[in-house]
């Protein structure tokens, strides 16, 4: 598969957020740290959407790198779209349910 532009629902600012500030509550660079490994996976994600496995229906999960998050996404035709970043530290059912809402 060849690269394309990456894009997140708004739901997934929140989502940063969360995650962004628990990494603040235990971390001096938290906010900073989990940023830089959230903007990683997502060049990966640019440049090969392929690369991470699908998870359930339609949806793929990339793990980010080095935390307790992971991005879930979808493939499009001419975009791949962010629909949730999630702690992986739930019930998958509780993943799968919060990504069906959002798509």
């Known amino acids: 598969m060849k690269s394309q ?17 628990f990494y603040l509550s235990w971390r001096a660079d938290g906010a900073d740290y989990f940023k830089a490994r959230f903007d990683e996976t997502v060049a990966w994600l640019e440049w090969n959407p392929e690369l ?3 998870m359930f229906r339609s949806f793929r999960r990339a793990i980010i790198r080095n935390t307790y998050f992971a991005i879930f996404y979808v493939i499009e035709p001419d975009v791949t779209t962010l629909v949730a970043v999630v702690d992986l530290r739930q019930r998958p059912s509780r993943i799968r ?3 069906r809402t959002r798509r």
């Open 97 to 99: 349910k919060l990504a």
């Open 52 to 54: 991470f496995p699908c």
């Open 5 to 21: 532009r990456v894009e997140a629902l708004e739901e997934v600012v929140e989502d940063l957020r969360y995650a962004q500030d």
